[in-house]
């Protein structure tokens, strides 16, 4: 079945740390995955995408085939990180999964 | 322009009762897709609709359907609400049609409240 799970619900980092998100997904076709953020008070949105191969604010993510991974990175957290993230994954045929989401806190 | 607009914002009902949400989607998009989203379960895939077909659905039951019109709205019904139905629930629009990298444009949500 196809799934995406990311393993931390919570994570809390210090302003200046490095942070990384992890996301892994299970699906048989060639998958599309991204990334989106909910900023407290505002709309889910999109944050970045593996085909673009972007960084968007800093952050970046690659996919890794072989582990079947997509994770989030920045180097360098900033408070106005802090936020839930979701992992996404785009089958074929336009359904969009998403996993269960984590929560990031950035302490100033 | 105009984002997807969700309406209403919120919503009341009671057990027993039913309900219409309805979603307008981003000019030109013809995927629309609907979720339930709530802090235990997360994101939950209920339906997507593409030119007036669902072509993809959820593991809901059959209290939950939608509908889309020829000008791309679309609409989610529940009937016979249960206290576990109370939820925010996000529409999103998309461009469809297989389009690589298209993502989801969300609407801010209903919040459905059932007493």
């Known amino acids: 079945a196809q799934r995406v799970t990311q393993p931390e619900k919570l994570l809390s980092v210090f302003k200046g740390a490095p942070v990384e998100l992890k996301c892994n997904y299970s699906y048989s076709g060639s998958p599309e995955l991204f990334w989106y953020v909910q900023y407290s008070r505002q709309r889910l949105q999109l944050l970045l995408r593996h085909i673009s191969r972007e960084s968007i604010k800093g952050f970046t993510a690659d996919l890794n085939k072989g582990e079947t991974s997509f994770h989030l990175k920045k180097p360098f957290a900033q408070e106005e990180d802090s936020a839930m993230y979701y992992c996404?994954?785009?089958?074929?045929?336009?359904?969009?999964?998403f996993g269960p989401g984590t929560s990031l806190s950035v302490i100033p | 322009k105009a984002g997807v607009t969700q309406t209403p914002r919120y919503l009341i009902k009671t057990r027993g009762q039913q309900v219409t949400l309805s979603c307008s989607p981003i000019?030109?998009?013809?995927?629309v897709s609907w979720y339930q989203q709530t802090p235990g379960q997360g994101l939950q895939f209920l339906f997507e609709y593409f030119s007036e077909t669902q072509r993809n659905k959820g593991n809901f039951p059959g209290r939950f359907s939608g509908r889309q019109f020829s000008n791309s709205r679309s609409e989610m019904n529940v009937s016979t609400l249960e206290l576990g139905d109370s939820a925010l629930y996000l529409c999103?629009?998309?461009?469809?049609?297989?389009?690589?990298?298209?993502?989801?444009?969300f609407g801010n949500g209903t919040r459905l409240t059932v007493t």
């Open positions: 000019s030109g998009h013809r995927s």
């Open positions: 996404a994954l785009r089958h074929s045929n336009d359904k969009v999964i």
């Open positions: 999103a629009s998309s461009l469809g049609a297989g389009v690589e990298g298209s993502p989801l444009h």
